[in-house]
């Protein structure tokens, strides 16, 4: 098969990375994609860095086995846990990872409050670290820890009060804070982004990495020549970890899925 026939291989600890392929799905229509899940490990998020790095690492020799011609780190824990390392063990493959988007935040409104809703491991990885602070004189920027969140989106609750009290508690340590924007900083929230939203006020910019990181995606293959030309509508192909049949409905579901 010719290299640029070949699928885009894309990855997350769980169900998340799929707010990322919809975007990759609607800026490269006629790829193919295969989508790994790797939901028996997730969290990533709480786990040891060690740990995640291995996973990472894992996931993308997998997705090269199964022949992917490109790799989407949809997960930005694994990407600031790993990134790194596999441009190292990889340097001809293309491969983006996701960051929080604070850029687009601190470009949106001068000196505004910024909060970065993300997990623990990526709010204290260096990567982060240096992220945030490139933008120290133009934003006030508040990282917020969210453990649990992105397990109500493992669990298919997108809405309902149980998920409303849970962020509310989170957003409970920056409810006296003026804020401008948030960033979703994990690919797991934008399929909550609406309760995120509700919570938070409607005056509330609400920004996150699928986007930018598809448009990467695209730039990169068009460099390498490997974009694939094909007027027929891709396919996406599903495999998670957990590998039952309510996982590839869930997964099937979230690709479809409006946040309302
Ligand atoms: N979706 C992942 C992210 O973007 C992480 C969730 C987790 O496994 O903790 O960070």
């Known amino acids: ?12 600890s769980g169900v998340g990375g799929i707010s990322v392929l919809r975007e990759l799905v609607k800026q490269m229509p006629g790829e193919d994609f295969i989508y790994f899940g790797d939901s028996v490990h997730a969290p990533y998020g709480t786990r ?11 996931n993308v020799g997998f997705l090269l086995e199964n022949g992917a011609k490109s790799i989407v780190v949809a997960c930005n824990t694994a990407t600031s846990a790993a990134v790194a390392r596999l441009r190292e063990m990889y340097p001809l493959v293309p491969l983006v990872g996701i960051e929080p988007a604070i850029k687009p935040a601190v470009l949106y409104k001068n000196n505004s409050c910024i909060v970065v809703m993300a997990t623990p491991m990526t ?17 006030d920027i508040v990282p917020l820890p969210c453990p649990g969140l992105m397990e109500f989106v493992e669990h298919g609750i997108l809405y309902g009060e149980e998920l409303e009290k849970y962020i509310i508690k989170l957003l409970n ?7 401008n924007s948030i960033v979703l900083g994990c690919t797991h929230y934008p399929f909550v982004k609406s309760v995120i939203q509700k919570i938070a006020g409607s005056q509330v910019m609400v920004f996150d990495g699928g986007e930018g990181t598809a448009r990467e995606m695209k730039r990169r293959l068009l460099e390498a020549g490997l974009l694939n030309n094909n007027k027929k509508k891709g396919s ?4 998670n970890s957990l590998n039952t049949e309510e996982e590839l409905k869930l997964c099937q579901f979230l690709l479809e ?3 309302r």
């Open 173 to 179: 340590p920056v409810k006296n804070k003026n804020i």
């Open 236 to 239: 996406v192909k599903f495999i």
């Open 257 to 259: 899925y409006e946040s």
């Open 123 to 139: 709010l204290k990885q260096e990567k982060f670290q240096k992220l945030m602070h490139q933008y120290d004189d133009m934003a």
């Open 1 to 12: 098969m010719e290299r640029c026939m070949q699928p885009v291989g894309v990855f997350d």
């Open 48 to 58: 040891p860095l060690d740990e995640v790095k291995k996973l990472t690492i894992d």
